[in-house]
């Protein structure tokens, strides 16, 4: 195939020396045409990753001419970006609760409603006294640390415990933890619970919620690069809420709060369970899309 039929390969040998700006122009057509989602941010954030410059840096420098060695660096990430893999994955960080997080292979993606359960989570806390006052957080499945962070950037005198089944994905989060000077957190190797005992006066989780028949089904960005270990819940996608259901009871503090992160359709399901292992669970707080997506729960009194 000639070089002009291939976008990639057109990225990277240009018929001739270009600007920065012109770099991100085609670089967004490019991603324009494969369909993405935000192509002109996608080229913005990937040719600055590329050469090493921030927003305003990039903005600055947009006469500049490119070298055969800028050019090659940008046509590399641009085809994997090309291939579905998320700008996040790429940059190998992400912003999660304006925390700069790093995210590998064996680790979620941090999403932006993810954050609902935080956002619960402190509302929920916060009819408990003020913030400052000691409290002990355990954080179910915590992949990059996400949660745990979030959280305890928030809590200054709280205790956090986090776990997950994966070993990788505790080292990404101990790598977060210590990159945010956090040294209240403490990790552990366990599945789900198996490994704490309570009383803790917040659990929250972001468990594995996608049944396992529908993985094959998910858009391309999470089906083929998140861990399939951190998306699948089972049969029905409900497995890591019966899990905590089982396990919370006994974990919690009087007046603690099981919060946890919903699929699309989950808010009854997980609340039946939920009641039934003895738990008073509250209406579940939406996205910013409107859609179900913390349930807080407390031992019924």
């Known amino acids: ?7 990639a390969a057109t990225l990277a040998r240009p018929d001739s020396v270009r600007t920065v700006a012109e770099a991100r122009r085609a670089l967004a057509a490019t991603f324009h045409a494969a369909g993405l989602d935000t192509p002109d941010l996608d080229a913005r954030i990937l040719v600055g990753h590329a050469l090493g410059l921030d ?7 947009a006469a500049r001419r490119l070298d055969a ?5 940008i046509a590399a990430l641009a085809n994997r970006r090309r291939a579905g893999e998320p700008v996040a994955r ?3 960080y992400k912003e999660f609760w304006s925390l700069p997080l790093r995210v590998d292979a ?3 993606v ?3 409603e993810t954050e609902t359960v935080v956002e619960a989570t402190l509302a929920a806390l916060d009819t408990g006294g003020p913030r400052a006052r000691e409290l002990r957080i355990a954080d179910l499945g915590t992949g990059s640390g996400a949660l745990i962070l979030a959280l305890l950037s928030e809590l200054p005198k709280a205790l956090g415990i986090a776990t997950d089944t994966s070993t990788m994905a505790l080292v990404v989060a101990r790598d977060n933890a210590r990159r945010l000077a956090q040294t209240r957190a403490k990790f552990v190797a366990c599945d789900m619970a198996a490994a704490l005992r309570g009383p803790f006066d917040a659990i929250v989780s972001n468990p594995p919620y996608i049944a396992s028949g529908d ?3 998910l858009a391309r960005d999470v089906r083929d690069f998140d861990p399939h270990l951190a998306l699948d819940g089972g049969t029905d996608g409900l497995d890591f809420y019966r899990a905590m259901a089982a396990a919370a009871p006994t974990l919690l503090a009087p007046g603690g709060v099981l919060v946890v992160e919903l699929g699309i359709g ?3 399901p997980v609340a039946d369970l939920f009641a039934a292992a003895g738990l008073a669970p509250s209406s579940p707080h939406p996205d910013l899309n409107g859609t179900p997506r913390a349930l807080v729960a407390r031992i019924r009194a």
């Open 1 to 7: 195939m000639p070089p002009q039929a291939d976008g």
């Open 55 to 61: 927003h305003a840096a990039l903005t600055a420098a």
């Open 69 to 73: 060695d800028d050019e090659s660096a």
């Open 90 to 92: 790429i940059l190998g």
């Open 106 to 108: 064996a680790t979620l």
């Open 110 to 112: 941090p999403r932006p």
């Open 215 to 217: 993985i094959a089904m």
């Open 266 to 268: 989950q808010a009854e």
